[in-house]
């Protein structure tokens, strides 16, 4: 191996890509070890770091190209050791010139003090920041003063961001292109207009807002009549997800979803106030939308704070149809408090999109109109490929043994569907029509039912969802 080109030995070490793989390697002669080193640009390390800072310094001097660093500390226990404090942060901006990307998580020692240490590396491109609950808008301001090129920033449980004066920062640098702001608790739908020019790089979108704490303290403050007209350009915007949020109509978020012109992914999750004219806006730009997921909330007190119905139709879902030619994915969901009653999308609406949508993947949860008629209809479907179907009620064995007349399908999932019993599988026993079949929490389903249905199964038995 010593005679060997160093040129060669870089390229081998290179499609070793499993960090206990590269380890060993790398213990085999001193040239592998010397190689390796200067090779290595990425590391994940989290609670045997002991002692934290000293261990992590040894890493650093013995890799010094790192660009992409993990810390995380999921079930740290104290009987483990001290975790990594702000200390570490300042070893690492020390010794990781190249530094482009890096994760904290559970990361609880770390403060404003620590980032401001992070803001002296350059070259820093990628901030995820994963329940580190003592830092707080001035540590962050701090740091994307200082780290000019970020173009990622995730923000997830970070309790004491309670300003935002470095997301209005961050917007006049028109450099971030990912931001994912999930339940930090501080941090309002309407806040996200502070972005500014950005809003026309952005091409990744994720927030969530803390469902249970924004519901007792924030809806005055984001009552439909107080929010300002704002133009959000947002044409480069290719995925956006919005999990426990307010749209205010014709206002605030509801202005993004008219203006992605090439949005691919959008998934909306119990969002309060979205109408069918947001969805039909949103069809009618975003032509070249490959994935769609909507979850509908249910509680039917919430009407009461505005003045427009709330609940989708078909309407939405024919505006789909007619313009998302590229559609591959759907799925349609309705929270668990949903009654038959009061689905919004009837049959018709789903088979709409379905029918006009070259649709791959479809998952249904809680959807009550999707019947055996409906899975007759999906006989038809010639890319469907992978279906998941929980808590459908109104499907029976009839409509289940149609699976074996899908041209398509190879994988289907079902859960907590109690109209679905043994007989279903018949016609699917001995065919090998499906590569994967999953069947959780089915009570009138047996193992032995299943056996031999697809190449893989996989069963699981756990009925406490009915008590």
């Known amino acids: 191996m010593d005679e060997l080109p160093d040129q060669l030995v870089w390229e081998i070490l290179g499609r070793v890509k499993k960090t206990v793989d590269r380890n060993s390697v790398s213990l085999a002669c001193k040239h592998l070890y010397e190689l390796d080193n200067e090779q290595r640009i990425s590391l994940r390390v989290g609670c045997g770091l002991d002692p934290a800072n000293e261990a992590l310094a040894s890493l650093c001097n013995r890799f010094p190209n790192l660009t992409k660093v993990e810390i995380t ?104 292109e990912d931001l994912s702001i999930k339940n930090c608790r501080a941090i309002g739908e309407g806040d996200l207009i502070k972005l500014g020019p950005s809003w026309k790089k952005l091409k990744r979108l994720q927030f969530e807002v803390d469902a249970n704490y924004r519901y007792m303290k924030v809806y005055d403050r984001l009552a439909v009549d107080r929010w300002q007209r704002q133009w959000i350009p947002c044409e480069n915007m290719q995925e956006l997800s919005l999990v426990n949020c307010i749209i205010s109509p014709g206002r605030g978020l509801a202005c993004v979803l008219g203006k992605c012109q090439n949005l691919e992914k959008i998934h909306l999750d119990m969002c309060v106030g979205v109408r069918d004219s947001d969805i039909v806006s949103l069809a009618q730009k975003s032509s070249n939308l490959r994935s769609i997921s909507l979850r509908v909330p249910s509680d039917f007190s919430l009407p009461l704070l505005m003045n427009n119905q709330l609940i989708l139709t078909d309407e939405s879902l024919k505006a789909i149809a007619q313009n998302c030619l590229m559609l591959e994915t759907v799925r349609i969901s309705f929270s668990d408090g949903e009654f038959p009653s009061f689905s919004s999308f009837t049959l018709n609406g789903i088979l709409s999109v379905i029918q006009n949508c070259p649709v791959r993947e479809l998952a249904l949860d809680h959807a009550y109109s999707f019947n055996d008629v409906g899975m007759e209809a999906l006989c038809s479907a010639e890319h469907l490929e992978t279906l998941e179907l929980v808590r459908c009620q109104e499907i ?72």
Request: glycine letters at 8%.
């Open 73 to 176: 500390y999921s079930g740290w226990m104290s009987k483990l050791g001290k975790q990594m404090d702000d200390q570490g942060l300042l070893i690492l901006s020390g010794n990781c010139p190249s530094l482009s990307d890096l994760t904290l998580s559970y990361c609880t020692f770390i403060t404003d003090v620590g980032l401001c240490y992070l803001a002296s590396c350059s070259k820093l491109s990628a901030l995820k920041l994963n329940f580190t609950p003592r830092i707080t808008g001035c540590g962050i301001l701090s740091l994307v003063v200082g780290c000019r090129n970020l173009t990622i920033l995730h923000l997830i449980r970070c309790l004491n961001v309670n300003s935002v004066e470095w997301l209005e920062y961050l917007g006049k640098l028109e450099t971030l």
């Open 396 to 467: 029976s064995d009839e409509g289940l043994q149609l699976v074996s007349q899908f041209p398509r399908l190879c994988v289907l999932r079902l859960s907590k569907c109690l109209g679905i019993t043994n007989d279903g599988f018949k016609t699917l026993v001995g065919s090998f029509k499906l590569d994967l079949l999953t069947v959780e929490d089915c009570p009138q389903i047996s193992e032995r039912a299943v056996h031999g249905a697809a190449r893989s199964i996989s069963f699981r038995q756990d009925l406490s969802w009915m008590y």
